[in-house]
């Protein structure tokens, strides 16, 4: 597994599960003790996470970060790999995700407005047009640009591309949408688009 793909993963899974000692994370990623702590001083490095050993409950506790970030010597490559280590982390939890639900309803309604009209042409009588209605209205969507530069105002605009490329190749997708006109955000968002263009195909 890719290295910083394995670092987000634990950096994920120990922000959101209570019990997360070496044993099992050891055993959930199939790594070795050495290459464990490398990844913790990774993502301690690179500003996301800091935690302390309790040997009684056999876990790591967050701590507070240090008031004074401790200088550390690093080659070039090394501070690379930790400023983007650190921007996946904090992407993952800084975006607004995309109502997945919200999503699937708007679908939904969108298919069946389509669906009645279709019903329409064939059979007017049994399918009155005043029932058609509206169509509904789209869903609003973050601005997730204008939020990447809030958190990364420095970054440019192939940095920010490959920070959302490299999110979707994690699983956490960041894909724009031609449909919605805006990017998708968060996990499993697998929506076809295909059927957006037949329906609109339907629409002229």
């Not at 634990?10 to 959930?28: A, C, F, M, V, W």
């Not at 500003?47 to 302390?52: A, D, E, I, N, P």
Request: with cysteine; proline share 6%.
């Amino acid at each position: 597994m890719k290295t910083i793909r394995r670092q987000i993963y634990i950096y994920q899974y120990i922000r959101d599960s209570y019990y997360h000692g070496p044993t099992e994370l050891r055993n959930k990623f199939g790594i070795g003790t050495r290459m464990l702590q490398r990844d913790l001083k990774d993502l301690r490095d690179c500003g996301l996470l800091y935690l302390k050993y309790n040997k009684k409950n056999d876990n790591y506790e967050p701590v507070d970060p240090p008031t004074h970030k401790p200088v550390i010597k690093m080659t070039e490559r090394r501070k690379k790999h930790l400023a983007r280590l650190y921007r996946l982390g904090t992407l993952i939890y800084g975006l607004t995700k995309t109502g997945l639900y919200e999503l699937e309803c708007y679908e939904s309604e969108y298919d069946e407005y389509f669906e009645y009209k279709e019903l329409i042409k064939e059979d007017p009588v049994q399918f009155p047009p005043e029932y058609l209605g509206e169509l509904p209205d789209m869903p609003r969507f973050a601005d997730t640009k204008a939020e990447y530069y809030r958190l990364f105002p420095d970054s440019n605009e192939r940095t920010r591309a490959r920070d959302f490329e490299e999110l979707t190749e994690i699983g956490f997708t960041v894909k724009y949408s031609r449909r919605y006109r805006a990017f998708l955000v968060g996990p499993e968002m697998d929506l076809d688009e295909e059927r957006h263009w037949k329906n609109t195909r339907k629409k002229s």
